[in-house]
Structure formats: C-alpha cells, structure tokens
C-alpha cells in the first residue's frame, strides 16, 4: 500500500456474503482500513448515520435499492465519498448510468485482487492530493 | 391442420435467441481463486427437464430488458460433502459464482448480439415458483446447460434452466 492510505475508511456494499468476504480479505491483506460491510442499501445508509467513510464499493444489483440508486442517494447526501462499483454484468449502459450517478470507477467481476488494489489506491490517493 | 402463426413466431424467436445465447457461454471461469465454473455440456438444447431433486440447491435469477423471464440454477449436491459450518458460505460461494457467470452471459450477449438485459439479485428458494416454473414447461420451451463448480477439492454438477424469451416491446 502506499503511503498513509490506511488512514481512509472504506466499507463494501454487497448482497453477496462471500464477495464481502473476498474484498475485505483482497484489501485487509494490503493493510486498508475496511470498517464496514452491508448486505443492503439500507444497511450502508443506516452505517453511515454514525460513521465516517471515505469510499465505498457498492454492488450495482442489490435487492430493493441498487446501487446505482444507493450512490446516486450518496452523490447527494455525502459528496466527500467516493464510490468504486462493481458487478457482474458490465453492459455500457449501466457503466454509464454508475458513472453518471456519482461513481468513480466501475469494476466487473471476478476481478484480481491487483485490479482492485490499483483503483482502491488511485482514489483514496486523491484525497491526499486535495 | 390450422397453421397456428403465433405458436410458429414464438418457436422462431426463441431459437434465434437460444443461439445468441449459445455463443455467449463462458467455457471456464475463475472465481477469486475459490471456485472454479467449467462448461460441461455445450449446447444449449430443448430437453426434458426433471424436477428438482431434494439435493438440489437452487438459485433463481429474474432477467429484465431486452429478454424476459428467469433462470433457474440448480447445484446437485449428492453424495457431496459440506461441512455444516461451511453451508452458508458454500451457498453464497455457489450463488454469487451463477451471478458472476449469468452476469458474464448476459455482458455477452449485448456486445454480441446487441440485446440489453440485466438479471436480477438471486431469489431466495420458494417451492411455488419452482412448481410454477417446471409446469410452464409445457407451455413454452425450456433450455438448459450443464456446468462443473469445482471447489475445495469436490466436482458440483450444476443445471442452469433458461426460461426467457425476447421481450415484444423491444422487438422490431
């Protein structure tokens, strides 16, 4: 990891037990600070009432309310957070829908752990720069 | 003997889209190094399809966009060793990795063939869905593949029931 990147809070949106599992494993073993997992939109949204978080990786399909509706609701409540998506499908459109709901970088999955080291670390290196 | 039109166009749609679909099949996949997805049967084809067994773990998935209907996946588990601490985790390993394939499919498929649809959060198990889902086989076709979910050591035969059609509204 570089630099004090370890000093960021991340938290990871998923309905998937075993791909927050995974995540949090990938980033855990690079020294990032995961400091919460939520199965649901609501759960993150409740999570962030009373914690700080830097960046968030939401899954686009979520039961009830999809990530994309999560991180638009993010775009407008909590604008200093930023927002890697990820998902299975990786059709334009939704690529475009997330980018233009607030996200800063979409991920399709299975990715590497490399893959999602570099985006996790190119934008909590921003924050740094401002 | 009537010529029925209807039955004949929905017969004509579904294999076109059958065969775009064929094509878009994922022959192996790696999930994060955990499991590992191998095509086994390559075609996707009419068939009889069994009900489901009790040792069979089921996932469904709604589509939407382009293509309506679901997709049923079934992991037999026979004569399959699962740890009863590992079950929940063996069940969301195998549910997100149908995820990850059918997302992957369906990526496919609109870059492909340019037909946009997206698939739904997998639904939990509801045995009048399932009821409703394997009778409505006589009604419209149903089209299976069979894939291999390899993990911890143990070979897991999974069945993958296509049950869509193209959506009227977004035909030509």
Redesign the interface.
Known sequence: MEGNLDQYKVLIVD?????R??ISTMLGDEGFNVVGESSSAKEAINFLKDSQVHLAIIDV???EVSGIELTEYLSENFPEILVIMI????????VIDSISAGASDYL???FEKEVLITSVEKLLSSIEEV | MKFNIENSRQVHLSVGLIDSLNRCLIEELNIYNHAFLQLDRPLIKSSFIHPKTRYEIPAIFKTQGDIKGSVVCLLDSYNKHINEKEKDFFNSLYTESMNILLGKIFTNLENNFNLSATISSPHAYNEKEMSSLLESHFKTELFSVGYKLISNGQEFDCRLIFNINKNKLFEA
């Open positions: 309905d998937s037990d075993f791909s599992a995974k399909v979520m039961p998902s299975s499908l990786a059709q334009e459109s939704i399709q999955k299975p």
